[in-house]
Nanobody
Framework: QVQLVESGGGLVQAGGSLRLSCAASRGSFGFYFMGWFRQASGKEREFVAG???????YYADFVKGRFNISRDNAKNTVALQMNSLKPEDTSVYYC????????????????WGQGTQVTVSA
């Protein structure tokens, strides 16, 4: 069993930055692909960014140039640096471990954190 814990969410003004972190409190990332997803109220969960043990990163078009994902395999942590935040980035952000290699499909991730709220005010 793998337990993922996110941290770093909060309230920020448009144009500001936040850094989200995800750590494995139990188990490890192993060689699996790690992804960040988000889900806004009333919307489906969507892929934001992901990174493999040695490959990637991959980004959704709507965050390219603004977000940066990084991974520390030794520490079993993955971070999402979010810059130039917009009100439409307001969501609950989730860290997840995939079943294998890169995919933006949430159904291909089998371990999820509890989520952290990011709110961007106009």
């Amino acid at each position: 069993q793998v337990q993922l814990v996110e941290s770093g969410g909060g309230l920020v003004q448009a144009g500001g930055s936040l850094r989200l972190s995800c750590a494995a409190s139990r188990g490890s990332f192993g060689f699996y692909f790690m992804g960040w997803f988000r889900q806004a109220s009333g919307k489906e969960r969507e892929f934001v960014a992901g990174i493999g043990w040695s490959g990637g990163p991959y980004y959704a078009d709507f965050v390219k140039g603004r977000f940066n994902i990084s991974r520390d395999n030794a520490k079993n942590t993955v971070a999402l640096q979010m810059n130039s935040l917009k009100p439409e980035d307001t969501s609950v952000y989730y860290c997840a471990r995939g079943r294998g290699s890169y995919t933006p499909l949430s159904t291909e991730y089998n371990y999820w954190g509890q989520g952290t709220q990011v709110t961007v005010s106009a």
